[in-house]
């Protein structure tokens, strides 16, 4: 079974409308993070949190908002989305120990 | 300002031949640094870390080489298989402090040939 889980995998929606994007994790880690990739491009960071009651912007979160539901669960939410979040999503998990990243398989989402 | 980037984003290899990924970054607090390979509809996975207190690390057919002096980082593959065909990504955190904030690259994508 995969550590890092994120439903949908695809998704294509209308600009406007409200879409949760969730992450689960059973590998224990306190730390949890949102990242966006464009094609071409590396992963740039959309929020981070370290643990349950700990939430931060990062480089991109103008347009997301996020929900850290417990320590294994933590959503994206695109308020209104617009054709310009169409990328690939990725849920990332760390311990508080060591700085290593472990990703989700990724949302492709599609805002038309 | 940081930035990390990659000198070729293509790399066509033989099957069997080494394949050298290289990747430059700019900011000299950078402490941790990792490699991720990225297969087409999958997320970055781990492939191997160093820290800056060390110069060559190596794993199963992978070593990463770190030249502080000259902010250099390359991914060594030996006897590179088609499985090894994927996006490679190195990352690096900026240190004093802010460790949890991984600095993409662009990618090298790294096709071998049967």
């Known amino acids: 079974d995969a550590d890092v889980t994120q439903t949908p995998r695809n998704r294509i929606t209308k600009t406007g409308k409200r879409i949760m994007l969730e992450c689960s994790q059973t590998k224990g880690h306190d730390r949890m993070y949102w990242y966006r990739q464009d094609p071409g491009l590396g992963l740039q960071l959309i929020y981070y949190s370290f643990d349950v009651k700990d939430i931060n912007k990062g480089e991109i979160s103008d347009g997301y908002s996020v929900s850290r539901q417990a320590q294994a669960k933590f959503s994206l939410s695109l308020e209104s989305a617009i054709p310009n979040q169409t990328a690939l999503y990725f849920c990332?998990?760390?311990?508080?120990?060591?700085?290593?990243?472990?990703f989700g398989p990724g949302t492709r989402l599609t805002v038309l | 300002g940081e930035s990390v980037g990659l000198h070729l984003p293509t790399l066509s290899v033989q099957e069997g031949d080494n394949s050298i990924i290289n990747c430059a970054y700019s900011?000299?607090?950078?402490?941790?640094f990792i490699w991720y390979k990225q297969e087409s509809g999958k997320g970055p996975q781990f492939i191997i870390d160093i820290r800056s207190n060390m110069d060559k690390r190596q794993g199963q057919r992978v070593t990463v080489l770190l030249n502080k002096t000259v902010k250099h980082l390359s991914l060594q593959i030996a006897a590179t298989q088609p499985g090894d065909s994927a996006v490679y990504f190195c990352a690096e955190t900026g240190g004093g402090g802010s460790n949890y904030k991984l600095t993409f690259g662009k990618g090298t994508l790294l096709t071998v040939n049967p």
């Open positions: 900011n000299s607090a950078s402490d941790y």
């Open positions: 990332a998990t760390s311990d508080t120990f060591t700085d290593t990243q472990y």
